[in-house]
């Protein structure tokens, strides 16, 4: 006799309810590492690389075109960056004065970068590694760059643009 013999009449069998279950397990799983990549990766093209703009009228041109400040310049090291989760961008400071930004979410899976360190980007979940000045591949398994974020540096505030 069978554990599926055993079960009420009209109830699922064991093995209907275990699959469902490993489906929804998958499903959590995949909607973690991100699946949207069409929304932000190929709308932007470059951002702006040198600090100190000129402060011309503080009635503000460039955050009304994209949004708020995302940090001083000042909380960017230099040969190093900083991850900013919620806004889905990284930016980074390659060199003194040299601000670039780029999509926080890696080209292989979509896992969230993490850590920017000597110019390199890292993701923490295959280990790819990224470029801090151009977003280039530097170690797979990821074969695209980030993607470019534009960004507005005026004075000492950097501005998703």
């Not at 004065?97 to 979509?110: D, I, R």
Request: with cysteine; charged share 15%; proline share 6%.
């Amino acid at each position: 006799m069978t554990s599926e013999s055993l079960q009420p009449p009209g109830s699922p069998a064991r093995r209907t309810v275990v699959a469902a279950v490993g489906a929804v397990g998958l499903a959590a799983a995949l909607a973690a590492c991100g699946s949207d990549d069409e929304s932000s990766g190929s709308s932007s093209t470059g951002n702006n690389s040198k600090g100190g703009g000129g402060s011309g009228g503080s009635g503000g041109g460039g955050a009304a075109a994209g949004g708020a400040v995302l940090a001083k310049t000042a909380d960017i090291p230099e040969g190093g960056g900083k991850v900013f989760a919620s806004q889905g961008v990284v930016v980074t400071q390659p060199k003194k004065g040299e601000f670039k930004a780029f999509s926080s979410k890696c080209t292989h899976q979509g896992c969230a970068v993490n850590r920017i360190a000597d110019g390199v980007i890292s993701c923490p979940c295959h280990k790819s590694e990224f470029s801090a000045t151009d977003g280039s591949v530097k170690k797979g398994p990821a074969t695209q760059p980030l993607p470019a974020k534009n960004i507005t540096v005026s004075g000492e505030e950097i501005t998703l643009a």
